[in-house]
């Protein structure tokens, strides 16, 4: 129900923008956050929007990246800027609300220094 897209390989200094689309849910009501997962890590949130528009950043990519989403588009972006090769993971985006929580399968970014 969440499909995340976007993802590629770029050299660092570069941009990508992540998309993550829902179906079948209502998702206005939905906080939701993207989340990056590097090789032999545990999956860390990157950044949040809540449903009422608050946002929250992981102290690394302030100032790099911007989270932002479209209810009626039922979509969430990811604007990610100024890569660095510490970026590199698979990145998935969670939407949680209503008593459920929804998981996409992830876009891979490849940050080359």
């Known amino acids: 129900q969440l499909v995340e897209s976007g993802g590629g390989y770029v050299q660092a200094g570069g941009s990508l923008r992540l998309s993550c689309v829902a179906s079948?849910?209502?998702?206005?009501?939905?906080?939701v956050g993207w989340f990056r997962q590097r090789p032999g890590e545990e999956r860390m949130l990157v950044a949040n929007?809540?449903?009422?528009?608050?946002?929250d950043y992981k102290e690394d990519v302030k100032g790099r990246f911007a989270i932002s989403r479209n209810n009626a588009e039922k979509a969430v972006y990811l604007q990610m800027d100024n890569l660095k090769p510490d970026d590199t993971a698979v990145y998935y985006c969670?939407?949680?609300?209503?008593?459920?929580?929804?998981w996409g399968r992830g876009t891979e970014v490849t940050v080359a220094s």
């Open positions: 969670r939407a949680t609300g209503n008593g459920w929580t929804y």
């Open positions: 079948e849910i209502q998702f206005a009501i939905y906080d």
């Open positions: 929007i809540e449903r009422g528009g608050l946002i």
